[in-house]
């Protein structure tokens, strides 16, 4: 049931062979795990992992695309958009990330990571509402640090949260990171430029957000409130503010892969998949001094650990407060670029030739043909062969 973790250099090579995907769907491991779990699994685990084992299956729908120039046709099948899912999640991130970069405000933005006392852990893994809480404290944190050299004039800050519940390891560790902007906007919609923030302040200011809010969901628990108190004299007990000069953005063109990079990732990838022999999984990380640790779990032990990770239903992961938040994003347009946005399935299927691919076999500009949301079905018109209807044209090359 124990992890084993063995230490590497940064030079150690290795090739993936695996996905997440196949250690579920091999040996029936997830029909067994449900079994063994049924009555501690979350309704939504079950959800995202049945859409994760069905990824780019046929029965999920797919494109059809026709060439012109040599008569193929490509068929790309739907995603799956499981929150556990590898493929999809880097696919969302990378979109998510291009998009974002063009919509930040053209200040100097920090990229900061913000950690709670492992005392809580559990209390939030128990509480998920939690989550939310520790994400409203980030950016009261950060406003407060802000302004706390302005006697009377109050900033607000522009803020990305993303919140990771998973640690590198896969482990539980709930902590935040932060696209910020470095200093915030006046009542009066100037942005206030500050390079230099107070560290120790900002602790302190996170700190104390945190477990005032904390203690505030749970008024009459008195363990709880003794548990706060406790923490609430040791400033240095887990509270951390990583914000490293390293960590400042002032090219907003560069931040889509920085972003991809830091701040929004699986808790494990395909590429971290280093070994699978039927009964167990090992994988890999590298830890702040690049070096390499690899993790054996049982695989059902690496099951449990990859979907303890997947947030209740409807939960945003990503949250965008004070000058960012869409009730006030407006007030502060001389600085902004454009607004965020995200291709939609109808703006997908409207520019369907803008986004088809090139030909396998040619090279040249393949044509939307048609959608399916699953397989044909026995009685379609065209028959119940994807040769059959793919595309108008391509009746007489079939017999």
Not at 355 to 361: D, F, T
Request: hydrophobic share 35%.
């Amino acid at each position: 049931m124990q992890s084993d973790i063995l230490s590497y250099g940064p030079s150690y090579n290795y090739k993936p062979t695996i996905t997440v995907k196949s250690i579920f769907t091999d040996n029936n491991n997830w029909d067994a795990f449900q079994l063994s779990e049924k009555a501690n699994l979350r309704d939504v685990e079950i959800k995202e992992v049945t859409k994760m084992m069905t990824c780019k299956d046929a029965d999920r729908g797919f494109f059809t695309y026709y060439c012109e120039n040599c008569g193929t046709v490509a068929t790309v099948h739907f995603g799956c958009n499981s929150r556990i899912c590898t493929n999809c999640g880097k696919n969302h991130t990378d979109k998510w990330a291009k998009s974002l970069s063009k919509a930040l405000f053209n200040v100097p933005h920090r990229h900061a990571v913000l950690t709670i006392s492992d005392y809580l852990w559990s209390v939030v893994r128990e509480n998920r509402f939690l989550f939310k809480v520790l994400m409203d404290a980030a950016i009261a944190a950060i406003n407060d640090t802000i302004s706390s050299k302005y006697r009377n004039r109050r900033l607000v800050a522009g803020a990305v949260v993303v919140l990771h519940p998973f640690s590198k390891n896969m482990g539980f560790n709930p902590h935040l990171h932060i696209l910020v902007t470095e200093g915030g906007f006046d009542t009066k919609g100037n942005f206030v430029h500050q390079k230099y923030i107070n560290f120790r302040t900002m602790r302190k200011t996170w700190q104390y957000q945190v477990l005032t809010r904390f203690k505030a969901e749970f008024p009459n628990d008195m363990v709880f409130s003794m548990l706060v108190h406790k923490l609430f004299k040791k400033y240095s007990e887990g509270f951390y503010v990583h914000m490293p000069e390293e960590s400042r953005i002032t090219n907003t063109r560069k931040i889509a892969k920085y972003v991809a990079r830091y701040i929004r990732h699986p808790a494990v990838a395909n590429t971290r998949l280093y070994k699978y022999d039927g009964k167990s999984v090992t994988f890999w990380y590298k830890d702040d001094k690049g070096v390499k640790h690899f993790v054996t779990m049982e695989v059902r032990v690496f099951i449990k650990s990859l979907i303890q990770h997947i947030p209740d239903r409807n939960f945003k992961m990503i949250r965008y407060y004070g000058a960012y938040s869409r009730k006030t994003k407006k007030i502060y347009s001389g600085y902004l670029q454009r607004s965020i946005t995200q291709t939609t399935f109808d703006n997908f299927i409207k520019n369907t030739n803008k986004w088809a691919p090139n030909c396998p076999k040619c090279g040249s500009k393949m044509i939307f043909d048609r959608y399916e949301k699953g397989p044909p079905k026995e009685n379609e018109a065209f028959g119940n062969k994807l040769p059959d209807w793919s595309h108008p044209m391509l009746s007489h090359c079939y017999s």
